[in-house]
């Protein structure tokens, strides 16, 4: 067999990585192997779970100037991210872009302006490995241009063994966060993500509004339009346009950018 020297730094680069396999460095020597075949600007590894705040166990730039919106990302704004959602169903270990698993409204929304543009940039790409227990790990690489459909093939032919990798290691390497709180049950998680924004809507309310009018405030925040609310609640479109039209006169507002700042507790007289 012949090997190219683009084979050869790939097989140490590989080498170093199953060096790795039980100590901290295994994502950055899998970041290190990553850049060889696919460029991406930014990267992360978290383990979403459905009864815990994601749980970072890896970062490509530790202390960098945007960790403060980092840091409110892992306090609540996940609560918004599309693979975040994405990964609470029942999902086959792989290689998944943006557009495949967020809103058709996404690139709209105040996260995507506020959060995803500063801190992923244009797009990403995720690694998602199921764990068992319910929860998955996730390697994020985000990107300032669209990855291209090589970069995706690319990236699809080296997770046959990344996956697994990833689901090795990242029980053994997240295992040692003991000042996390307890694990609540998913009713106690779900209850938890909506107490604080239903209070501030019905602060901020001149009318009591519905369950189906916060539940359709939360999608407004995730991206979603009328016609995929619509879809997703099994409503009509034009009653989808009616609750959103109903909880914007209550909460007299008239835009999302407005909805997200009472969704993360800002003073909308500043």
Same mark, same amino acid.
């Given at each position: 067999?012949?090997?190219?020297?683009?084979?050869?730094?790939?097989?140490?680069?590989?080498?170093?990585?199953?060096?790795?396999?039980?100590?901290?460095?295994?994502?950055?020597?899998?970041?290190?192997?990553?850049?060889?075949?696919?460029?991406?600007?930014?990267?992360?590894?978290?383990?979403?779970?459905?009864?815990?705040?994601?749980?970072?166990?890896?970062?490509?730039?530790?202390?960098?100037?945007?960790?403060?919106?980092?840091?409110?990302?892992?306090?609540?704004?996940?609560?918004?991210?599309?693979?975040?959602?994405?990964? @609470?169903?029942?999902? #086959?270990?792989?290689?998944?872009?943006?557009?495949?698993?967020?809103? $058709?409204?996404?690139?709209?929304?105040?996260?995507?302006?506020?959060?995803? !543009?500063?801190?992923?940039? %244009?797009?990403?790409?995720?690694?998602?490995?199921?764990?068992?227990?319910? %929860?998955?790990?996730?390697?994020?690489?985000?990107?300032?241009?669209?990855? !291209?459909?090589?970069?995706?093939?690319?990236?699809?032919?080296?997770?046959?063994?990344? @996956?697994?990798?990833?689901?090795?290691?990242?029980?053994?390497?997240?295992?040692?966060? #003991?000042? %996390?709180?307890?694990?609540?049950?998913?009713?106690?998680?779900?209850?938890?993500?909506?107490?604080?924004?239903?209070?501030?809507?019905?602060?901020?309310?001149?009318?009591?509004?519905?369950?189906? %009018?916060?539940?359709?405030?939360?999608?407004?925040?995730?991206?979603? !339009?009328?016609?995929?609310?619509?879809?997703?609640?099994?409503? !009509?479109?034009?009653?989808?346009?009616?609750?959103?039209?109903? @909880?914007?006169?209550?909460?007299?507002?008239?835009?999302?950018?407005?909805?997200?700042?009472?969704?993360?507790?800002? $003073?909308?007289?500043?």
């Amino acid at each position: 067999m012949k090997l190219d020297l683009a084979d050869v730094a790939f097989h140490q680069r590989l080498g170093r990585l199953i060096e790795r396999l039980d100590d901290r460095q295994f994502w950055n020597a899998l970041i290190d192997l990553l850049r060889g075949a696919v460029p991406f600007d930014n990267w992360v590894a978290m383990v979403f779970s459905p009864t815990r705040k994601p749980r970072l166990i890896g970062e490509s730039t530790p202390g960098a100037p945007h960790d403060a919106l980092f840091g409110g990302y892992l306090s609540s704004v996940y609560l918004l991210d599309p693979f975040y959602q994405f990964s @609470l169903g029942q999902i #086959s270990p792989g290689v998944y872009r943006l557009d495949e698993v967020a809103p $058709d409204h996404f690139r709209e929304t105040e996260y995507f302006r506020r959060y995803f !543009s500063v801190n992923v940039m %244009e797009d990403e790409v995720q690694f998602l490995a199921p764990l068992p227990g319910g %929860e998955t790990v996730s390697l994020s690489m985000g990107s300032g241009q669209r990855f !291209s459909p090589a970069d995706i093939g690319t990236l699809c032919l080296y997770g046959a063994w990344i @996956l697994p990798l990833m689901r090795r290691v990242a029980p053994a390497l997240s295992g040692d966060l #003991s000042d %996390e709180p307890p694990a609540l049950d998913r009713a106690s998680v779900e209850s938890e993500r909506r107490v604080h924004f239903e209070q501030a809507l019905h602060r901020r309310a001149n009318a009591r509004l519905t369950a189906r %009018e916060i539940e359709v405030a939360l999608m407004i925040l995730a991206g979603h !339009s009328s016609k995929n609310i619509a879809r997703l609640l099994g409503i !009509s479109p034009a009653t989808a346009k009616v609750h959103r039209s109903n @909880l914007y006169r209550k909460l007299d507002i008239s835009s999302q950018a407005t909805l997200f700042r009472l969704y993360m507790g800002e $003073d909308l007289q500043g």
